[in-house]
T-cell receptor, first 110, second 115 residues
């Protein structure tokens, strides 16, 4: 079974700082998800990536399939980025299921 | 498009009562799934479906029942509620039967308390 580990568990930053959240997994996969859960509870998909890098506004996600590692970066962080960030991957390649990390709670102070 | 609609948002049950959490999507998605989210734990898969008439168990299926009679709807039934089922429940859908290959869409969540 794929073990999905996120670090750090909690992260506090000042507005404007560059943020990095890490996700590592134990089983080779083809792609993984990054999700965002706001304090209100709703979950939205940020990225699904299988290689290299994707960028959406101030958010950048990278993945290294060989090293079984992905990172989510936030440039010029803002208080509205405060949320829990979750990565998710299949338990093995070609699976109809997903295994989720426990999440990283980010707080950005003004 | 409404996306994924999940009801109710809040529910309080007594031990032994039964209830159904409703989930509907209007995106013609093949894949639908139910998760529970507990403090300090990641989302855990309860049941999933890859199409009408097809369901399968996830990581924590005990005490829950599902059916998929239409592409749109995927209700989750609690047969005899227990305090251990107090949790926040999310329904999610994806175009592909392999959720790792397409964007995930989540409902707003249902907070269930079992007394």
């Amino acid at each position: 079974k794929n073990e999905v580990e996120q670090s750090p568990q909690n992260l506090t930053a000042q507005e404007g700082e560059f943020i990095t959240i890490n996700c590592s997994y134990s089983v080779g996969i083809s792609a993984l998800h990054w999700l965002q859960q706001h304090p209100g509870g709703g979950i939205v998909s940020l990225f699904m990536l299988s290689s290299g890098k994707k960028k959406h506004g101030r958010l950048i996600a990278t993945i290294n399939i060989q090293e079984k590692h992905s990172s989510l970066h936030i440039t010029a962080s803002h208080p509205r980025d405060s949320a829990v960030y979750i990565c998710a991957a299949p338990p093995q390649g070609g699976s109809e299921k997903l295994v989720f990390g426990k999440g990283t709670k980010l707080t950005v102070n003004p | 498009n409404a996306g994924v609609t999940q009801t109710p948002k809040f529910q309080v049950l007594k031990t032994g009562q039964s209830m159904t959490l409703q989930c509907a999507q209007d995106m013609n998605h093949e894949y639908m799934s139910w998760y529970r989210q507990d403090p300090g734990m990641g989302l855990r898969l309860i049941h999933y479906s890859v199409g009408a008439g097809i369901t399968d168990q996830g990581e924590v299926p005990n005490g829950y029942n599902v059916s998929r009679s239409t592409t749109e709807d995927f209700p989750l039934r609690l047969l005899s509620a227990a305090p251990s089922q107090t949790s926040v429940y999310f329904c999610a859908s994806s175009y592909s039967r392999y959720p790792n290959t397409g964007e995930l869409f989540f409902g707003e969540g249902s907070r269930l308390t079992v007394l």
